[in-house]
């Protein structure tokens, strides 16, 4: 089993739609939780940390559940910007701040 | 703005050739850095981390010898695909962790790699 898993889609949402994707991890020593995005051929970039309260920003929430270990993400009123790959990111507890990345699940939004 | 720098963003070479890649952090030091590797519809993997004045720790499955990475300055650490195929055609980002950054760890531009 993977670390962290996503389904890889794609998801093929028309605009306006809203979305959620979820990530389950295995190692319950992790620590911290984010989502990045990543556009092709870019590198990633960070979305939003994931709060075990969970959190919003804007059109973005983000959810934690650590008893059942899996974080979401669900995007409103989808535009065609927030097409790109969605990689969900664990950070465990010690060492040197090594995180892990899911395989990412990608989203088309469509006209 | 960028806090971590990475050079080239873009080579194409003959087989064989040997590639570097540089990974610089902007205005402040790294003690450790991270190599990833990502092919086509396929998520980052880890390659190696690299720790400033001592050897790379390597993840399972990837050839140190092939993939030499050096972090001799704080500021500085770089990775050279020796006698490259084009099997090793991909995309290289390098990431480091910025101190009280809300972020994880910041990304490098990254690098595409091509060999022909």
């Known amino acids: 089993r993977k670390e962290v898993e996503q389904d890889p889609g794609p998801f093929n949402v028309p605009e306006g739609a809203t979305v959620a994707f979820n990530c389950t991890y295995s190692?319950?020593?992790?620590?911290?939780f984010f989502w990045y995005r990543q556009d092709c051929r870019k590198e990633p970039k960070l979305l939003m940390s994931?709060?075990?309260s969970g959190n919003e920003d804007g059109r973005f929430t983000a959810q934690l559940n650590r008893a059942s270990q899996y974080i979401s993400l669900l995007i409103r009123d989808s535009k065609l910007s927030d097409s790109a790959t969605y990689l969900c990111?664990?950070?465990?507890?010690?060492?040197?701040?090594?995180?892990?990345f899911g395989t990412g699940t990608k989203l088309q939004v469509i006209p | 703005g960028a806090v971590v720098s990475q050079h080239p963003s873009w080579v194409i070479c003959k087989s064989g050739t040997s590639v570097k890649i540089e990974c610089r952090s902007l205005?402040?030091?790294?003690?450790?850095m991270f190599w990833y590797r990502q092919f086509p519809k396929q998520s980052l993997m880890l390659m190696a981390t690299s720790n400033e004045g001592s050897k790379a720790t390597y993840e399972q499955g990837v050839e140190k010898d092939k993939f030499l990475i050096n972090h001799a300055s704080l500021t500085l650490s770089t990775l050279t695909v020796t006698s490259a195929h084009p099997e090793d055609s991909s995309f290289y980002i390098c990431s480091a962790t910025v101190p009280a950054s809300n972020q994880p760890q910041h990304f490098g531009d990254g690098t595409r790699l091509s060999i022909l």
């Open positions: 990111v664990v950070k465990y507890s010690g060492g040197y701040q090594k995180v892990t």
């Open positions: 190692n319950s020593a992790s620590q911290s």
């Open positions: 205005d402040f030091q790294a003690t450790t």
């Open positions: 994931v709060y075990s």
